[in-house]
Protein backbone atom coordinates (compact mmCIF):
# COMPACT_ATOMS: atom_id res chain seq x y z
CA UNK A 1 0.00 0.00 0.00
CA UNK A 2 2.93 2.78 0.89
CA UNK A 3 4.44 1.42 -2.05
CA UNK A 4 1.78 2.25 -4.45
CA UNK A 5 0.77 5.53 -2.42
CA UNK A 6 4.61 6.80 -2.89
CA UNK A 7 4.74 6.33 -6.18
CA UNK A 8 1.71 7.94 -6.96
CA UNK A 9 2.97 11.10 -4.74
CA UNK A 10 5.20 11.14 -6.69
CA UNK A 11 4.47 10.37 -10.42
CA UNK A 12 1.04 12.79 -10.32
CA UNK A 13 3.34 15.20 -8.93
CA UNK A 14 5.78 14.57 -11.81
CA UNK A 15 3.13 14.99 -14.16
CA UNK A 16 0.84 17.72 -13.00
CA UNK A 17 4.16 19.61 -13.21
CA UNK A 18 4.83 18.57 -16.96
CA UNK A 19 1.33 19.31 -17.68
CA UNK A 20 0.99 22.85 -16.39
CA UNK A 21 4.22 23.72 -18.14
CA UNK A 22 2.78 21.96 -21.53
CA UNK A 23 0.09 24.23 -21.38
CA UNK A 24 1.88 27.42 -20.26
CA UNK A 25 4.14 27.09 -23.27
CA UNK A 26 1.67 26.55 -25.39
CA UNK A 27 -0.76 29.22 -24.53
CA UNK A 28 2.42 31.46 -23.77
CA UNK A 29 0.55 32.46 -20.50
CA UNK A 30 3.51 34.28 -19.30
CA UNK A 31 4.08 36.85 -22.49
CA UNK A 32 6.79 35.81 -23.46
CA UNK A 33 8.51 37.88 -26.25
CA UNK A 34 5.57 40.23 -26.24
CA UNK A 35 6.96 43.62 -25.10
CA UNK A 36 5.10 45.49 -22.56
CA UNK A 37 3.96 49.26 -23.88
CA UNK A 38 4.40 51.90 -21.27
CA UNK A 39 2.98 54.98 -21.99
CA UNK A 40 3.94 58.75 -20.96
CA UNK A 41 2.16 58.97 -17.89
CA UNK A 42 1.94 55.14 -17.13
CA UNK A 43 5.16 55.57 -14.82
CA UNK A 44 5.14 58.40 -12.01
CA UNK A 45 7.54 59.63 -9.66
CA UNK A 46 6.96 58.87 -6.26
CA UNK A 47 7.71 62.45 -5.18
CA UNK A 48 9.77 65.27 -6.47
CA UNK A 49 13.47 64.88 -6.05
CA UNK A 50 16.29 62.49 -7.14
CA UNK A 51 14.28 59.88 -5.72
CA UNK A 52 14.13 56.58 -8.33
CA UNK A 53 11.06 55.43 -6.44
CA UNK A 54 8.21 55.44 -9.27
CA UNK A 55 5.03 53.59 -9.61
CA UNK A 56 4.01 52.10 -12.84
CA UNK A 57 0.77 51.44 -14.22
CA UNK A 58 -0.19 48.95 -16.13
CA UNK A 59 -3.87 48.95 -18.04
CA UNK A 60 -5.85 45.65 -17.77
CA UNK A 61 -6.18 45.46 -21.17
CA UNK A 62 -2.11 45.09 -21.54
CA UNK A 63 -2.15 42.84 -18.87
CA UNK A 64 -4.75 40.76 -20.30
CA UNK A 65 -2.75 40.38 -23.71
CA UNK A 66 0.59 38.92 -21.83
CA UNK A 67 -0.93 37.03 -19.36
CA UNK A 68 -3.66 35.22 -21.62
CA UNK A 69 -4.43 31.84 -19.40
CA UNK A 70 -6.35 34.41 -16.74
CA UNK A 71 -8.51 36.89 -16.32
CA UNK A 72 -7.10 40.31 -15.21
CA UNK A 73 -9.15 41.98 -13.13
CA UNK A 74 -8.48 46.02 -13.66
CA UNK A 75 -5.00 48.27 -13.50
CA UNK A 76 -2.51 47.72 -11.12
CA UNK A 77 -0.54 49.92 -9.71
CA UNK A 78 3.31 48.68 -8.99
CA UNK A 79 5.66 50.05 -6.89
CA UNK A 80 8.85 50.51 -9.35
CA UNK A 81 12.56 51.26 -9.18
CA UNK A 82 13.92 53.60 -12.03
CA UNK A 83 17.55 53.51 -13.12
CA UNK A 84 18.15 55.61 -16.43
CA UNK A 85 21.40 53.70 -18.20
CA UNK A 86 21.69 56.36 -20.84
CA UNK A 87 19.12 58.48 -22.96
CA UNK A 88 17.45 55.33 -24.67
CA UNK A 89 17.56 52.48 -22.26
CA UNK A 90 16.60 52.29 -18.63
CA UNK A 91 15.82 48.95 -16.50
CA UNK A 92 12.94 49.08 -14.11
CA UNK A 93 12.60 46.94 -11.17
CA UNK A 94 9.36 46.49 -10.15
CA UNK A 95 8.36 45.04 -6.12
CA UNK A 96 5.61 42.55 -6.66
CA UNK A 97 5.15 41.47 -3.57
CA UNK A 98 2.13 43.66 -3.13
CA UNK A 99 -1.49 42.14 -2.53
CA UNK A 100 -3.04 44.03 -5.62
CA UNK A 101 0.00 42.96 -7.84
CA UNK A 102 -1.19 39.75 -10.35
CA UNK A 103 0.51 36.83 -8.96
CA UNK A 104 1.99 36.03 -12.09
CA UNK A 105 4.61 38.38 -11.87
CA UNK A 106 5.56 36.71 -8.56
CA UNK A 107 5.93 33.74 -9.93
CA UNK A 108 8.05 35.01 -12.89
CA UNK A 109 10.04 36.56 -10.47
CA UNK A 110 10.10 33.33 -8.47
CA UNK A 111 11.67 31.52 -12.09
CA UNK A 112 14.07 34.10 -12.55
CA UNK A 113 15.47 33.99 -9.27
CA UNK A 114 14.20 36.52 -6.60
CA UNK A 115 11.27 36.29 -4.44
CA UNK A 116 10.80 40.56 -4.69
CA UNK A 117 11.72 41.70 -7.37
CA UNK A 118 11.20 41.32 -11.55
CA UNK A 119 13.68 43.30 -13.63
CA UNK A 120 12.70 44.77 -16.85
CA UNK A 121 15.21 46.24 -19.68
CA UNK A 122 13.11 49.33 -21.15
CA UNK A 123 13.48 51.02 -24.92
CA UNK A 124 12.79 54.46 -25.17
CA UNK A 125 10.10 54.22 -27.79
CA UNK A 126 8.47 57.56 -29.06
CA UNK A 127 7.24 59.15 -25.43
CA UNK A 128 7.30 56.02 -23.48
CA UNK A 129 9.01 52.56 -23.45
CA UNK A 130 9.21 49.50 -24.54
CA UNK A 131 10.02 46.93 -21.27
CA UNK A 132 11.01 42.81 -21.70
CA UNK A 133 11.50 40.72 -19.36
CA UNK A 134 13.84 37.56 -19.06
CA UNK A 135 11.42 34.72 -20.67
CA UNK A 136 10.22 32.19 -18.28
CA UNK A 137 9.23 28.88 -18.73
CA UNK A 138 8.85 25.16 -17.48
CA UNK A 139 8.08 27.22 -14.24
CA UNK A 140 6.83 23.88 -12.25
CA UNK A 141 9.51 21.58 -13.46
CA UNK A 142 11.86 23.70 -11.84
CA UNK A 143 9.98 24.12 -8.94
CA UNK A 144 9.48 20.29 -8.35
CA UNK A 145 13.07 19.83 -8.84
CA UNK A 146 14.01 22.59 -6.45
CA UNK A 147 11.80 21.46 -3.81
CA UNK A 148 13.10 17.63 -4.23
CA UNK A 149 16.47 18.84 -3.37
CA UNK A 150 16.10 20.84 -0.90
CA UNK A 151 13.59 18.58 1.10
CA UNK A 152 16.26 15.84 0.89
CA UNK A 153 18.67 18.19 2.48
CA UNK A 154 16.07 19.08 4.86
CA UNK A 155 14.83 15.59 5.89
CA UNK A 156 18.95 14.40 6.59
CA UNK A 157 19.03 17.72 9.27
CA UNK A 158 15.86 16.45 10.75
CA UNK A 159 16.77 13.09 11.51
CA UNK A 160 20.36 14.21 12.60
CA UNK A 161 18.52 16.90 14.99
CA UNK A 162 16.82 13.89 16.89
CA UNK A 163 20.42 12.38 17.75
CA UNK A 164 20.42 14.29 20.61
CA UNK A 165 16.88 14.40 22.62
CA UNK A 166 17.31 10.53 21.26
CA UNK A 167 20.08 9.85 23.49
CA UNK A 168 18.82 11.87 26.30
CA UNK A 169 16.27 9.79 26.74
CA UNK A 170 17.26 6.46 25.71
CA UNK A 171 19.79 6.88 28.42
CA UNK A 172 17.27 7.82 30.86
CA UNK A 173 14.91 5.25 29.72
CA UNK A 174 17.60 2.36 30.27
CA UNK A 175 17.80 3.12 33.65
CA UNK A 176 14.24 3.14 34.23
CA UNK A 177 14.14 -0.07 32.39
CA UNK A 178 16.82 -1.78 34.38
CA UNK A 179 15.34 -0.58 37.81
CA UNK A 180 12.27 -2.32 36.40
CA UNK A 181 10.11 0.78 36.28
CA UNK A 182 9.00 0.42 32.68
CA UNK A 183 7.98 -2.80 33.84
CA UNK A 184 5.79 -1.57 36.56
CA UNK A 185 4.31 0.31 34.62
CA UNK A 186 3.22 -1.82 31.98
CA UNK A 187 1.54 -4.08 34.42
CA UNK A 188 -0.50 -0.75 35.73
CA UNK A 189 -1.94 -0.48 32.55
CA UNK A 190 -2.36 -4.33 31.91
CA UNK A 191 -6.08 -4.38 31.48
CA UNK A 192 -6.12 -1.59 28.67
CA UNK A 193 -3.30 -3.51 27.16
CA UNK A 194 -3.75 -7.11 26.91
CA UNK A 195 -6.97 -6.05 24.86
CA UNK A 196 -5.12 -3.49 22.30
CA UNK A 197 -2.18 -5.66 22.31
CA UNK A 198 -3.08 -9.41 22.82
CA UNK A 199 0.05 -10.04 20.85
CA UNK A 200 2.55 -8.37 23.23
CA UNK A 201 2.86 -10.10 26.74
CA UNK A 202 1.13 -7.64 29.00
CA UNK A 203 4.66 -6.79 31.44
CA UNK A 204 7.11 -6.45 28.56
CA UNK A 205 9.04 -3.18 28.21
CA UNK A 206 7.04 -2.30 24.54
CA UNK A 207 4.63 -1.61 26.84
CA UNK A 208 5.89 0.94 28.82
CA UNK A 209 7.42 2.63 26.60
CA UNK A 210 3.99 3.04 24.32
CA UNK A 211 2.44 3.98 27.70
CA UNK A 212 5.06 6.58 27.84
CA UNK A 213 4.90 7.94 24.54
CA UNK A 214 1.28 8.33 24.04
CA UNK A 215 1.39 10.48 27.62
CA UNK A 216 3.86 12.45 26.33
CA UNK A 217 1.95 13.27 23.25
CA UNK A 218 -1.45 13.87 25.36
CA UNK A 219 0.95 16.74 27.37
CA UNK A 220 2.06 17.92 23.67
CA UNK A 221 5.25 16.81 24.28
CA UNK A 222 6.25 15.91 21.29
CA UNK A 223 9.96 15.83 22.13
CA UNK A 224 10.12 13.43 24.35
CA UNK A 225 6.98 11.56 22.69
CA UNK A 226 9.54 10.48 19.26
CA UNK A 227 12.11 8.60 21.75
CA UNK A 228 10.07 7.03 23.70
CA UNK A 229 8.11 5.85 20.47
CA UNK A 230 10.85 4.73 18.95
CA UNK A 231 12.04 2.65 21.91
CA UNK A 232 8.81 0.96 21.98
CA UNK A 233 8.98 0.52 17.66
CA UNK A 234 12.50 -1.21 19.30
CA UNK A 235 10.66 -3.22 21.79
CA UNK A 236 8.26 -4.01 19.80
CA UNK A 237 10.24 -5.08 16.90
CA UNK A 238 12.18 -7.43 19.32
CA UNK A 239 9.00 -9.63 19.45
CA UNK A 240 8.99 -9.52 15.62
CA UNK A 241 9.78 -13.22 13.83
CA UNK A 242 9.20 -11.36 10.49
CA UNK A 243 12.10 -8.55 9.90
CA UNK A 244 11.37 -5.60 7.83
CA UNK A 245 7.15 -6.50 8.11
CA UNK A 246 5.31 -4.44 10.75
CA UNK A 247 3.70 -6.73 13.12
CA UNK A 248 -0.15 -6.01 14.07
CA UNK A 249 0.66 -4.39 17.33
CA UNK A 250 3.06 -1.71 15.82
CA UNK A 251 0.33 -0.96 13.34
CA UNK A 252 -2.32 -1.14 16.01
CA UNK A 253 0.47 1.41 18.13
CA UNK A 254 1.19 3.94 14.92
CA UNK A 255 -2.69 4.24 14.50
CA UNK A 256 -2.98 5.35 18.21
CA UNK A 257 -0.19 7.56 18.24
CA UNK A 258 -1.24 9.25 14.30
CA UNK A 259 -4.66 10.15 16.32
CA UNK A 260 -3.47 10.84 19.30
CA UNK A 261 -5.45 12.60 21.76
CA UNK A 262 -3.96 16.17 22.56
CA UNK A 263 -5.24 18.03 25.35
CA UNK A 264 -3.80 21.12 24.79
CA UNK A 265 -3.28 21.99 20.70
CA UNK A 266 -0.74 24.41 21.49
CA UNK A 267 0.57 25.40 17.94
CA UNK A 268 -3.19 25.81 16.85
CA UNK A 269 -3.81 27.83 19.62
CA UNK A 270 -1.12 30.07 19.41
CA UNK A 271 -1.51 30.80 15.22
CA UNK A 272 -4.77 31.98 16.43
CA UNK A 273 -4.13 34.29 18.72
CA UNK A 274 -1.50 35.86 16.64
CA UNK A 275 -4.25 36.28 14.14
CA UNK A 276 -6.40 37.61 16.62
CA UNK A 277 -8.80 35.21 17.26
CA UNK A 278 -11.33 36.77 20.19
CA UNK A 279 -11.04 33.03 21.89
CA UNK A 280 -8.18 31.30 20.33
CA UNK A 281 -8.52 28.01 23.01
CA UNK A 282 -12.36 27.87 21.98
CA UNK A 283 -10.44 24.85 19.97
CA UNK A 284 -9.54 23.12 23.17
CA UNK A 285 -12.87 21.07 23.10
CA UNK A 286 -13.88 20.69 19.57
CA UNK A 287 -9.92 19.15 18.79
CA UNK A 288 -10.73 16.81 21.81
CA UNK A 289 -14.06 15.69 21.09
CA UNK A 290 -12.55 14.90 16.72
CA UNK A 291 -9.12 13.19 18.02
CA UNK A 292 -11.34 10.86 20.47
CA UNK A 293 -13.03 9.93 17.87
CA UNK A 294 -10.37 9.01 15.37
CA UNK A 295 -8.62 7.37 18.09
CA UNK A 296 -11.01 5.24 18.76
CA UNK A 297 -11.98 4.83 15.27
CA UNK A 298 -8.52 4.25 14.27
CA UNK A 299 -8.00 1.24 16.90
CA UNK A 300 -10.94 -0.38 15.74
CA UNK A 301 -9.54 0.22 11.90
CA UNK A 302 -5.95 -1.10 13.04
CA UNK A 303 -7.78 -4.35 14.24
CA UNK A 304 -10.37 -4.85 11.01
CA UNK A 305 -7.86 -4.04 8.22
CA UNK A 306 -5.46 -6.78 9.60
CA UNK A 307 -8.02 -9.63 8.73
CA UNK A 308 -8.39 -8.07 4.74
CA UNK A 309 -6.76 -10.91 2.65
CA UNK A 310 -3.94 -8.55 1.11
CA UNK A 311 -2.65 -6.81 4.32
CA UNK A 312 -2.60 -10.54 6.64
CA UNK A 313 0.06 -11.31 8.42
CA UNK A 314 0.86 -14.77 7.34
CA UNK A 315 0.47 -13.58 3.94
CA UNK A 316 3.20 -10.75 4.43
CA UNK A 317 6.99 -12.52 3.67
CA UNK A 318 10.29 -11.40 5.66
CA UNK A 319 12.91 -10.30 3.97
CA UNK B 1 -12.22 25.24 30.96
CA UNK B 2 -9.72 27.65 32.53
CA UNK B 3 -8.73 25.06 35.05
CA UNK B 4 -8.77 22.26 32.62
CA UNK B 5 -5.69 24.50 31.25
CA UNK B 6 -4.03 25.84 33.80
CA UNK B 7 -3.86 21.53 34.58
CA UNK B 8 -2.61 20.26 31.92
CA UNK B 9 0.09 23.53 31.19
CA UNK B 10 1.32 22.55 34.80
CA UNK B 11 1.41 18.90 34.36
CA UNK B 12 3.34 19.77 30.81
CA UNK B 13 5.80 22.21 32.24
CA UNK B 14 6.35 19.92 35.79
CA UNK B 15 6.51 16.17 33.26
CA UNK B 16 9.78 15.74 31.81
CA UNK B 17 11.69 17.33 35.00
CA UNK B 18 9.88 15.29 37.22
CA UNK B 19 10.22 12.10 34.76
CA UNK B 20 13.85 12.25 35.01
CA UNK B 21 14.39 13.02 38.24
CA UNK B 22 11.98 10.01 39.15
CA UNK B 23 13.90 7.72 37.00
CA UNK B 24 17.23 8.69 38.11
CA UNK B 25 16.54 8.44 41.92
CA UNK B 26 14.45 4.97 41.61
CA UNK B 27 17.64 3.90 39.42
CA UNK B 28 20.07 4.81 42.13
CA UNK B 29 17.96 3.44 44.79
CA UNK B 30 17.29 0.11 43.05
CA UNK B 31 21.34 -0.22 43.12
CA UNK B 32 21.64 1.15 38.93
CA UNK B 33 25.11 2.50 37.91
CA UNK B 34 22.87 5.36 36.58
CA UNK B 35 25.52 7.13 34.76
CA UNK B 36 27.47 4.09 33.14
CA UNK B 37 23.83 2.72 31.95
CA UNK B 38 22.49 5.91 30.93
CA UNK B 39 25.79 6.33 28.40
CA UNK B 40 24.88 2.82 27.47
CA UNK B 41 21.11 3.71 26.85
CA UNK B 42 22.59 6.97 24.82
CA UNK B 43 24.59 5.46 22.45
CA UNK B 44 21.54 4.13 20.68
CA UNK B 45 20.41 7.55 19.92
CA UNK B 46 22.81 7.88 16.93
CA UNK B 47 22.37 4.62 15.47
CA UNK B 48 18.31 5.32 15.66
CA UNK B 49 18.49 8.88 14.41
CA UNK B 50 20.94 7.98 11.47
CA UNK B 51 18.62 4.40 10.21
CA UNK B 52 15.89 7.19 10.23
CA UNK B 53 17.24 9.15 7.60
CA UNK B 54 17.10 6.97 4.28
CA UNK B 55 13.28 6.31 4.87
CA UNK B 56 12.59 10.22 5.87
CA UNK B 57 14.36 11.43 2.65
CA UNK B 58 12.38 9.38 0.71
CA UNK B 59 8.78 10.15 2.34
CA UNK B 60 9.57 13.63 2.34
CA UNK B 61 11.00 13.92 -0.99
CA UNK B 62 7.68 12.29 -2.69
CA UNK B 63 5.48 14.82 -0.78
CA UNK B 64 7.38 18.07 -1.41
CA UNK B 65 7.34 16.66 -5.01
CA UNK B 66 3.63 16.44 -5.04
CA UNK B 67 3.19 20.10 -3.22
CA UNK B 68 5.52 21.91 -5.28
CA UNK B 69 3.49 21.03 -8.65
CA UNK B 70 0.22 22.32 -7.94
CA UNK B 71 -1.38 18.83 -7.73
CA UNK B 72 -3.02 19.25 -4.75
CA UNK B 73 -5.40 22.16 -6.46
CA UNK B 74 -6.07 19.15 -9.52
CA UNK B 75 -6.71 16.88 -6.01
CA UNK B 76 -9.19 18.82 -4.94
CA UNK B 77 -11.30 19.64 -8.07
CA UNK B 78 -11.59 16.28 -8.85
CA UNK B 79 -12.83 14.89 -5.16
CA UNK B 80 -15.08 18.40 -4.45
CA UNK B 81 -17.77 16.92 -5.84
CA UNK B 82 -17.72 13.79 -3.84
CA UNK B 83 -16.88 16.12 -0.29
CA UNK B 84 -19.71 18.08 -1.25
CA UNK B 85 -21.92 15.45 -1.46
CA UNK B 86 -20.68 14.37 2.48
CA UNK B 87 -21.52 18.34 2.93
CA UNK B 88 -17.99 19.00 3.66
CA UNK B 89 -17.21 22.55 3.53
CA UNK B 90 -14.78 23.15 0.29
CA UNK B 91 -12.47 26.15 2.20
CA UNK B 92 -11.28 22.97 4.26
CA UNK B 93 -10.42 20.75 1.74
CA UNK B 94 -7.18 21.72 1.17
CA UNK B 95 -6.24 21.61 5.16
CA UNK B 96 -8.10 17.82 5.17
CA UNK B 97 -6.01 16.95 2.39
CA UNK B 98 -1.83 18.83 3.50
CA UNK B 99 -2.87 17.60 7.17
CA UNK B 100 -1.35 13.70 7.00
CA UNK B 101 1.38 14.72 4.33
CA UNK B 102 3.07 18.13 5.94
CA UNK B 103 3.08 19.40 9.70
CA UNK B 104 4.82 23.02 7.42
CA UNK B 105 2.81 22.97 4.96
CA UNK B 106 -0.60 22.44 6.90
CA UNK B 107 0.68 25.07 9.30
CA UNK B 108 0.96 27.67 6.37
CA UNK B 109 -2.56 26.38 5.28
CA UNK B 110 -4.11 26.84 8.72
CA UNK B 111 -2.86 30.40 9.04
CA UNK B 112 -3.83 31.43 5.08
CA UNK B 113 -7.02 30.08 5.74
CA UNK B 114 -7.90 31.75 8.91
CA UNK B 115 -6.37 34.86 7.31
CA UNK B 116 -9.15 34.65 4.76
CA UNK B 117 -11.92 33.67 6.14
CA UNK B 118 -12.00 34.60 9.82
CA UNK B 119 -10.23 33.36 12.81
CA UNK B 120 -13.33 32.80 14.70
CA UNK B 121 -15.97 32.01 11.42
CA UNK B 122 -16.81 28.14 11.17
CA UNK B 123 -14.14 27.50 9.04
CA UNK B 124 -11.35 28.83 11.02
CA UNK B 125 -12.69 27.31 13.81
CA UNK B 126 -12.76 24.27 11.84
CA UNK B 127 -9.19 24.30 10.40
CA UNK B 128 -7.22 24.62 13.61
CA UNK B 129 -9.31 21.76 15.36
CA UNK B 130 -8.12 19.83 12.23
CA UNK B 131 -4.74 20.49 13.11
CA UNK B 132 -4.91 20.40 16.52
CA UNK B 133 -6.54 17.08 16.71
CA UNK B 134 -4.52 14.79 14.01
CA UNK B 135 -0.89 14.05 13.20
CA UNK B 136 1.52 14.20 10.06
CA UNK B 137 0.67 10.65 9.63
CA UNK B 138 3.28 9.91 6.97
CA UNK B 139 5.90 11.58 8.81
CA UNK B 140 5.24 9.47 11.96
CA UNK B 141 5.08 6.41 10.22
CA UNK B 142 8.43 7.30 8.04
CA UNK B 143 10.29 8.06 11.39
CA UNK B 144 8.51 5.40 13.20
CA UNK B 145 8.71 2.37 11.16
CA UNK B 146 12.17 3.54 9.53
CA UNK B 147 13.63 2.94 12.91
CA UNK B 148 13.17 -0.38 12.99
CA UNK B 149 14.03 -0.88 9.55
CA UNK B 150 10.27 -1.72 8.37
CA UNK B 151 9.75 -1.63 5.00
CA UNK B 152 6.04 -3.73 4.43
CA UNK B 153 3.88 -1.40 6.33
CA UNK B 154 0.72 -3.26 6.18
CA UNK B 155 -2.09 -1.85 7.11
CA UNK B 156 -0.60 1.13 8.59
CA UNK B 157 -1.01 3.78 6.25
CA UNK B 158 -4.55 3.17 5.26
CA UNK B 159 -5.44 2.81 8.64
CA UNK B 160 -3.55 6.17 9.37
CA UNK B 161 -5.68 7.90 6.45
CA UNK B 162 -8.77 6.60 7.07
CA UNK B 163 -8.58 8.17 10.91
CA UNK B 164 -7.60 11.09 9.38
CA UNK B 165 -10.36 11.30 7.48
CA UNK B 166 -12.50 10.11 10.25
CA UNK B 167 -11.08 13.31 12.29
CA UNK B 168 -12.04 15.20 10.03
CA UNK B 169 -15.41 14.37 9.53
CA UNK B 170 -15.46 14.29 13.52
CA UNK B 171 -14.39 17.89 13.14
CA UNK B 172 -16.98 18.94 11.25
CA UNK B 173 -19.96 17.74 13.37
CA UNK B 174 -18.43 18.85 16.36
CA UNK B 175 -17.83 22.48 15.23
CA UNK B 176 -21.09 22.43 13.83
CA UNK B 177 -22.55 21.38 16.91
CA UNK B 178 -21.10 23.95 19.31
CA UNK B 179 -21.54 26.91 16.52
Sequence with gaps: ????????????????AAGRDIFEVVNNSYGNGIPWEIREGDLMRDEEGASLHFTLRIPAEELQRHFTTEVMAGDVHVPVKFFPQ???NASLVLDVTGESIPERFAIMAEALGSAETLTGQLDRRGDGWRMRFDEVSLVYLRKVTNAAFEIAGVAVQIALGLIGIMA?????MRVAEQAGLITHLARLVRPITVRLFPDVPADHPAVGSMIMNIAANMLGLGNAATPFGLKAMEELDKLNPKSGVATDAMVTFLALNTSCVTLIPATAIAVRAAAGSSDPAFIIGTSFLASLTATISAVIISKLLAKVRMFRWERSEAD | MDIFRTIVSVLSAVAIPA??????VYGAFRKVK????AVEGAKEGFEIAVRIIPYLVLMLVSIAI???????DVFITLVSPLTDLLGIPAEALPMAIMRPLSGSGSLGIMTETMQAYGTDSFIGILVST??????????????????VGIRNTRHALPT???????????AVFFVGLVL
Design chain 1, 1 to 16: MLNHIWLALIVIGICT
Design chain 1, 86 to 88: GAD
Design chain 1, 168 to 172: LWLGV
Design chain 2, 19 to 24: LMLFFL
Design chain 2, 34 to 37: VYEV
Design chain 2, 66 to 72: FRASGAM
Design chain 2, 130 to 147: LYGSTETTFYVLAVYFGA
Design chain 2, 160 to 170: GLLADFIAFLA
